[in-house]
């Protein structure tokens, strides 16, 4: 199994701690989040490497998983090829990504905030992690790229934070976000993060605020596809 973009290594771990007794790789192009990897798990394989040129021969894997990576790839067409060329003959591929930001109201309202308090070019990050494309999009992208069954789902969990304020804090303090407030004081800090958590409450619905926490609907797009194997001649 391969885990595209891993990161940290969540999905490869959670891959093994079920069970799977066969080769696990993690790629990814951050070697921090590498090195978090290998100190987590030394029994998984941990590449640096590119989802755009994958360092392995065709037909490697019998599982491809790529856990909120596809948004980011610059050419998302040629990473679902990749993926293609090192699936073996009935191998299968799971993707999931955030959708349209404005799925997420608490991740929309946290934009909205930052443009308003920090300008447009501050929202960008976050923004970034969104998929601004439908079911139908998606499911062309994997069938151009080589897939022969594909299903595009999309995904709504009910998130909850203790507060706006824990939600606005920990996008600008636990995320790469941080680096907006980075020379800012403690003190200003803290003032800056109360300003944009009441800016993004009263964006939101206030049902979502009820008893003082926020809980909200997130979407994803789940996608699962398939490469038929190769039917031989009578």
């Known amino acids: 199994m391969l885990d595209v973009a891993c990161g940290t290594g969540v999905v490869a771990r959670l891959e093994k701690q079920r069970g799977h007794d066969g080769r696990l790789v993690g790629i990814d192009l951050n070697t ?5 990897a290998r100190e987590k798990s030394s029994d998984i394989e941990w590449i640096e490497g590119s989802a755009l040129d994958l360092p392995f021969d065709a037909n490697s894997f019998n ?3 790529c856990q909120l990576g596809l948004q980011f790839f610059p050419d ?23 959708s349209a930001i404005e799925k997420t109201p608490a991740a929309h309202a946290f934009v909205q905030a930052l443009d308003e308090h920090l300008g447009e070019e501050a929202s960008k990050t976050k923004r970034s992690e969104h998929l601004a494309y439908n079911e139908q999009e998606v499911d062309a992208w994997a069938r151009q790229a080589g897939f022969d069954v594909v299903d ?21 303090t636990a995320t790469p ?11 200003e800090r803290e003032r800056m993060i109360k300003s944009l958590a009441d800016y993004a409450a009263s964006r939101l619905d206030q049902s979502m605020l009820a008893g ?23």
Do not use: C, H, N, W
């Open 32 to 36: 921090a989040m590498l090195a978090v």
């Open 212 to 234: 003082g926490k926020l809980t909200f609907p997130q979407q994803s797009l789940v996608v699962t596809a398939v490469i038929r194997p190769a039917i031989l001649p009578p």
């Open 152 to 172: 595009v789902a999309a995904v709504t969990k009910q998130i909850t934070f203790p507060s706006m304020l824990d939600y606005v804090r920990f996008q600008l």
């Open 63 to 65: 599982v491809v998983l």
């Open 177 to 187: 976000m941080a680096a907006l407030l980075r020379e800012k004081g403690a003190t």
């Open 76 to 98: 998302r067409p040629l990473a679902l090829r990749e993926m293609v060329r090192v699936l073996k003959p009935g191998g299968r591929a799971g993707l999931s990504v955030y």
